[in-house]
């Protein structure tokens, strides 16, 4: 069955300190991996896409990682601001469908 | 910069009664989805449109649901009968491609049956 995992499922750091999210998946066949934020009450916005044969890409302070052989992937979050409390949802499609396949999320907290 | 548009951003309504939730995509987008949250669960994929048709719909967009693009700007979802369960937040979203490409998504509709 495909799935996308997510973890932690929360987190909480201070403001200007770095973190990374993990996140595993079971899709196949795997054909690009995204990482969306989602502000409370909003619809989701994307921050990157990775295809099979990318390991990484960076948006600004976010810097995601994907190991395609292990089904594993990462944002890394950089000097972290307030404005980046938000829940953040790994994403996954296989080949020849439109079907995205969103994870739990991992709710990120940053206070001052 | 465009975005994604929905009406309304809360809707209440009796079960039984049929709702009509609108989304207005980006202009030069091509390809239509819509998605639901049920509140604290993840997002669920409901279906995809483009050209004028549904090109692919989950198990979850059964026969009380349909889509619609009426005009050239407009893109619905219609419930027929609401049922208890169909209580969501109701995500609209479009791209300029298929596949790869980035999906925008709207700040969607919280629907609620009574």
């Known amino acids: 069955k495909n799935q996308v995992e997510q973890s932690p499922q929360s987190l909480i750091i201070l403001e200007g300190k770095n973190c990374t999210l993990q996140?595993?998946?079971?899709?196949?066949?795997?054909?690009?991996l995204r990482w969306y934020k989602q502000d409370t009450g909003r619809g989701p916005v994307s921050l990157t896409i990775m295809t099979f044969s990318e390991n990484t890409k960076s948006n600004g302070r976010y810097t995601a990682t994907l190991d395609a052989d292990t089904k594993q992937s990462s944002l890394h979050i950089t000097a972290s601001q307030l404005s980046d409390s938000a829940s953040y949802i790994c994403?996954?499609?296989?080949?020849?469908?439109?079907?995205?396949?969103f994870g739990t999320g991992t709710r990120l907290q940053v206070f001052p | 910069e465009p975005e994604v548009t929905q009406t309304p951003s809360h809707q209440v309504t009796q079960m039984g009664q049929e709702v009509i939730l609108r989304c207005v995509p980006i202009s030069n987008h091509l390809y239509f989805y819509w998605y639901r949250q049920i509140l604290g669960q993840k997002v669920e994929f409901l279906v995809s449109?483009?050209?004028?048709?549904?090109?692919?719909k989950s198990e979850i967009f059964d026969d009380q649901f349909s889509v619609e693009r009426p005009d050239g700007s407009n893109f619905t979802l219609k419930i027929r009968s609401t049922k208890l369960e169909d209580s969501a937040m109701y995500f609209c979203?479009?791209?300029?491609?298929?596949?790869?490409?980035?999906?925008?998504f709207g700040p969607g509709t919280r629907l609620t049956v009574l």
């Open positions: 979203a479009s791209s300029v491609l298929a596949g790869e490409d980035t999906q925008y």
């Open positions: 996140c595993n998946y079971t899709v196949s066949p795997f054909s690009n």
């Open positions: 449109f483009y050209n004028n048709e549904i090109s692919e």
């Open positions: 994403v996954v499609s296989a080949y020849n469908t439109d079907k995205l396949i």
